[in-house]
């Protein structure tokens, strides 16, 4: 009456991480709904502060795009053995955009909110923007 373990069953624990389950399938479309989210807030921010830039909306703006990064960290373990390309792609936000947010923040009390502004939504957000796009093209297949 008792359960036996038998030796040639020990492989069914095995987890093939070659191919997407169906969670991480969801989480890459919620990945991609958030990059998203972030490309078309802070694109709504920047024609919404053309003439009066706001700190708060400045820093909300500065904090989702640092909070992509640790979003990245799943997505492309994720895709590290299913798509070289697109796991290339999700980690060159480190060197792509990253260094921009750390800059912004290493400048924050030397420079005038204006010359922050500047640097986030002429160099930071167009870089993310781009990167972004890529990312999205390389994913959707993946969804």
């Known amino acids: 009456m008792g359960h036996n373990h038998h030796d040639d069953h020990e492989h069914e624990h095995y987890y093939d991480d070659s191919y997407l389950h169906s969670n991480q399938h969801v989480f890459l479309k919620h990945y991609l709904e958030m990059l998203e989210a972030c490309d078309k807030g802070i694109g709504y921010i920047i024609n919404q502060t053309d003439?009066?830039?706001d700190i708060k909306k400045f820093s909300d703006c500065l904090n989702a795009l640092t909070a992509i990064k640790d979003a990245n960290f799943l997505a492309w373990n994720l895709m590290k053995k299913i798509d070289r390309q697109a796991y290339d792609k999700i980690r060159s936000f480190d060197e792509k955009v990253?260094?921009?947010?750390?800059e912004i923040n290493k400048n924050q009390e030397d420079k005038t909110e204006e010359k922050l502004f500047l640097l986030f939504f002429q160099r930071t957000f167009p870089v993310y923007h781009t990167w972004f796009e890529e990312v999205r093209q390389l994913l959707i297949p993946h969804i």
């Open 51 to 53: 003439n009066d830039p």
């Open 98 to 102: 990253l260094p921009l947010i750390e």
